[in-house]
């Protein structure tokens, strides 16, 4: 099975700093991957989703930019951080050349912006 | 487009009670049908699958879901809830192309001893 590693774990950045959030996936080739944000007491929210190296979908306008640099390594980044942007961020991955199949999370990293 | 709801935001049952979670999805055809927990701070973990098979499907830690196509229904139960069961549960539907999950609001299961 797939296991996704996160890093850090847990983020505190001032309002304006930068943010780079990663994401490495073991187990599979060619995966789907996604980032999801959950903000305090609401549901899922996906924001991007790759389907390949440097294919890159964009799920809601927003302060925030994803990259896919290797075939299972996922970045989120800002180059300016918002309050808004506070949340549990989770990357998400889908076993590669197959579809219809569950996908596998990450641990997440708990993002707070002062 | 392809939706999913869950019925109440919040559930409380008894330590030994049986467990009902809701979920209703919006497809023109079957789709493939994912129960998650979230347990505190942590990431999602898949409970059980429905992919067209079996109309029951059974998960793990003693959980299962039947799927109801007259009802478009996928309900998650367990018989006797346990303390560890607290934690938060989400549903969610593949889309037709079988690479995007739609997502329910999802439930916070309380249980109380």
């Known amino acids: 099975s797939q296991t996704i590693h996160q890093w850090p774990a847990t983020l505190v950045q001032p309002v304006g700093s930068p943010l780079s959030l990663e994401c490495t996936v073991e187990?599979?080739?060619?995966?789907?991957l996604y980032w999801y944000r959950q903000a305090a007491g609401r549901g899922l929210q996906l924001l991007f989703y790759s389907v390949g190296i440097g294919q890159i979908s964009s799920e809601v306008p927003q302060n925030l930019s994803a990259s896919r640099p290797q075939d299972r390594q996922f970045i989120l980044s800002s180059k300016k951080l918002l309050l808004s942007d506070s949340g549990f961020y989770l990357c998400a991955s889908q076993k590669g050349g197959s579809m219809y199949n569950e996908q596998f999370f990450g641990p997440g990293t708990r993002l707070t912006v002062l | 487009a392809q939706s999913v709801t869950q019925l109440g935001s919040h559930v409380s049952v008894s330590e030994g009670a049986l467990v009902l979670l809701r979920c209703n999805y919006s497809?023109?055809?079957?789709?493939?049908l994912f129960w998650y927990v979230q347990y505190p701070n942590q990431g999602l973990q898949l409970l059980l699958k429905?992919?067209?098979?079996?109309?029951l499907v059974k998960g793990i830690n003693g959980f299962e879901a039947e799927f109801k196509k007259s009802e478009t229904s996928f309900h998650l139960t367990k018989p006797s809830a346990h303390m560890s069961d607290a934690a938060e549960y989400f549903c969610a539907a593949l889309n037709n192309a079988g690479n995007m999950l739609t997502f329910g609001g999802g439930t916070r299961l309380m249980v109380k001893p």
């Open positions: 429905y992919t067209s098979a079996a109309t």
């Open positions: 187990g599979t080739s060619n995966p789907n």
């Open positions: 497809s023109s055809v079957p789709p493939y």
